[in-house]
């Protein structure tokens, strides 16, 4: 099971940003789970200054934009 961890205040972006994961690691046919961190201090600690982040597990690989479905498919799969 892998996952993904959603980092930011949780505005409109964060959302679409968690909405786009599940999508692709559905997509994938992915076991996992999905967690939303808006904890500020927890996301400083990620080492993230700009939201929305994308981690899998653990590792941030995405920080300040809005990935698509496709971007999120890719880092997935590598």
């Known amino acids: 099971m892998i996952k993904l961890?959603?980092?930011?205040?949780?505005?409109?972006?964060c959302n679409a940003l968690a909405q786009h994961s599940a999508e692709a690691a559905n997509?994938?046919?992915l076991d996992?789970?999905?967690?939303?961190?808006?904890?500020?201090?927890?996301?400083?600690?990620?080492?993230v200054m700009s939201t929305p982040a994308l981690a899998v597990d653990?590792?941030?690989?995405s920080a300040g934009?809005?990935?698509?479905v496709e971007e999120i498919k890719r880092l997935l799969s590598a």
Do not use: P
């Open 32 to 47: 996992y789970e999905l967690e939303k961190i808006t904890d500020m201090n927890a996301i400083i600690d990620a080492g």
């Open 27 to 29: 997509a994938l046919g």
């Open 65 to 68: 934009r809005l990935l698509s």
């Open 5 to 13: 961890q959603i980092l930011g205040s949780g505005c409109a972006k």
């Open 58 to 61: 653990g590792e941030v690989k």
